[in-house]
């Protein structure tokens, strides 16, 4: 009789504590999960217009460049939030004009457009040093698939400089954001590897946002990115939400 009373104690226990890690692994924040941005897979094209007039490429491929670094996401069961933290980081599609500062010359840039002023002749727009960022509230997740335009993107770093016959100089993007607004749906993928207990967690962000900033006496310029950014993450043993701990959370 009192070993029948120990078991039931014992198994009303063990059904109580796996109700508090069910409940705890349902509702408790985890630590972001950082994902590695896959260059081959992460292409972002800029459009826009420069004082109302649309920016065009200098050259061959000098709107369009990839892109290394990181972001972080949380992932919980039906959820992913970006953090901020991560650095989306541009690579140079090439040497375009004007130079660092808005100096005469060209230079490594991450991209290269253009304006036609008409009499006022060809005005040129470089930027360089861009690393980019994204944010967002819990966005509902559903058979791997989420709503990207709840997501926000915003610059850490970056530089504008521009060259014209009326002016030169350069622009600080720092702390310019947007929504994602009209992005398709993003992704998240993850191959299970259950003898080991680990897995790998692809995270697809497509990207559709737009940065505003104001060029010094020639007017507003509205840089619209298209493409995505796509980063992977691996697991260790326990880890269910890829932040690299093991803990209630998982």
Not at 138 to 162: C, E, H, K, R, W
Not at 183 to 194: D, F, V
Not at 201 to 212: G, M, S, V
Not at 215 to 220: D, K
């Amino acid at each position: 009789m009192g070993e029948t009373r120990n078991s039931l104690i014992r198994s009303t226990m063990v059904r109580s504590c796996a109700g508090l890690v069910t409940l705890l692994g349902s509702t408790a924040l985890a630590n972001p999960a950082t994902f590695t941005i896959d260059p081959t897979a992460t292409t972002v094209t800029i459009s826009g217009t420069l004082a109302g007039l649309p920016i065009t490429q200098q050259g061959p491929g000098s709107l369009t460049t990839t892109y290394f670094g990181a972001i972080r996401a949380e992932l919980a069961p039906g959820a992913v939030r970006f953090v901020q933290g991560g650095n989306a980081v541009a690579n140079n599609s090439g040497s375009w004009q004007p130079a660092p500062g808005g100096a005469a010359g060209s230079a490594p840039a991450n991209y290269g457009g253009q304006v036609n002023f008409g009499l006022l002749g060809i005005g040129r727009l470089a930027i360089r040093n861009l690393q980019v960022d994204a944010f967002s509230d819990p966005i509902p997740l559903a058979s791997g698939s989420f709503a990207a335009s709840q997501a926000n993107v915003i610059a850490n770093t970056g530089t504008a400089d521009f060259r014209s016959t009326l002016l030169t100089g350069s622009e600080d993007l720092a702390g310019s954001s947007g929504p994602n607004s009209d992005a398709g749906p993003g992704s998240l993928a993850i191959a299970a590897n259950p003898a080991a207990g680990t897995g790998t967690a692809t995270l697809t962000l497509p990207i559709r946002a737009t940065l505003i900033t104001d060029v010094q006496g020639i007017g507003q310029a509205v840089i619209q990115f298209n493409g995505q950014f796509r980063g992977r993450v691996s697991s260790i043993g326990g880890d269910a939400n890829f932040d690299t701990i093991v803990d209630l959370a998982d």
